[in-house]
């Protein structure tokens, strides 16, 4: 038995160099989607609450017909 648990663990540590490429490259580029995210979400929350926090209700914005908002060019 303990042969046979030695085989096993030289085959598994044998393998772990192609097999650390593969989930190195995983790794990555999982991180790099959510670190893509995070950002978009982020500038998506700034850009809301610009809008949301810097309007006062005795100011007024006009802005060309058929325009959804200000930001919007019709």
Do not use: N, P, W
Request: charged share 10%.
């Amino acid at each position: 038995m303990l042969k046979q648990f030695r085989a096993v663990l030289t085959v598994v540590l044998g393998g772990i160099g192609s097999r650390m490429e593969s989930s190195a490259v995983t790794i990555i580029g999982v991180a790099g989607v959510v670190g893509v995210l995070v950002t978009i979400l982020a500038m998506g929350q700034g850009f809301q609450h610009t809008l949301t926090a810097t309007g006062r209700s005795d100011r007024a914005i006009v802005v060309s017909k058929g325009a959804i908002y200000e930001g919007a060019a019709a």
